[in-house]
């Protein structure tokens, strides 16, 4: 029954590392978002992507990057870790808007725990 | 930019009591709203949703929530809580003409047996 899978629950890195976060969905969603949830702030929406190739910054994308090769993938890449990257980081897929549906629902991951040291 | 704001970051209750929980958001436009919830160790779901018609929005578990145009809020509502809704509850909105959904800080909520 699982459909938006990350790949890692857990990780730590050394500042400086290059992170990568990949999450994968089985629904087949347009529409795939990283978000970064942190206590007392919420969900911050770092990246998201409508369409394969196709990338839009969220709110808060300084010091990360994101890779759309498939439909079913979207990855989160941290080029140069650092400590204020620590963070539980969520994937989340939905289907295209359409007025009046009940399309724009987020399905999401369990969520990647980044500890960078 | 859109923005979300919940009102009240930690809210404890007793078994039973009535609950509201606030959220009010900046864009001017039409707009699809959402509230999420997090129960602990557990994903993110959905516990209803606006697109559209009645204001008044029914989800699982007994939630509701109310849209108020004019005062462009989205309040969370429960009668009578229970034990089991304890939990963190995010409210999200989305401009009508874009795929992207904006989520506000989030509720933590304690319910006491």
């Known amino acids: 029954d699982v459909k938006v899978t990350q790949s890692s629950r857990y990780l730590v890195k050394r500042t400086g590392e290059k992170v990568f976060l990949e999450c994968v969905q089985d629904?087949?969603?347009?529409?795939m978002f990283w978000y970064r949830q942190d206590p007392g702030l919420g969900l911050r929406l770092i990246y998201f992507?409508?369409?394969?190739?196709?990338?839009e910054k969220g709110d808060i994308p300084e010091g990360y990057s994101v890779s759309r090769e498939k439909k079913e993938r979207f990855s989160l890449i941290l080029e140069s870790a650092s400590t204020n990257q620590t963070s539980m980081y969520l994937c989340a897929s939905s289907s295209r808007w359409a007025r009046g549906s009940g399309a724009n629902v987020l399905t999401f991951g369990a969520g990647s725990r980044l500890t960078v040291l | 930019a859109q923005s979300v704001s919940q009102h009240n970051h930690h809210v404890i209750l007793s078994e039973a009591a009535s609950l509201e929980l606030g959220c009010n958001y900046s864009?001017?436009?039409?707009?699809?709203l959402f509230w999420y919830v997090q129960y602990p160790g557990q994903h993110l779901q959905l516990l209803l949703k606006y697109f559209s018609g009645d204001p008044l929005v029914k989800g699982i578990k007994g939630f509701e929530a109310e849209f108020i145009k004019s005062k462009f809020s989205f309040n969370l509502r429960k009668p009578s809580v229970q034990w089991s809704d304890t939990a963190e509850y995010f409210c999200?909105?989305?401009?009508?003409?874009?795929?992207?959904?904006?989520f506000g800080k989030g509720t933590r909520l304690h319910i006491l047996p």
């Open positions: 629904m087949d969603h347009e529409n």
């Open positions: 999200a909105v989305m401009e009508n003409r874009d795929d992207k959904i904006i």
């Open positions: 864009y001017g436009g039409t707009v699809n």
């Open positions: 992507s409508y369409d394969v190739k196709m990338k």
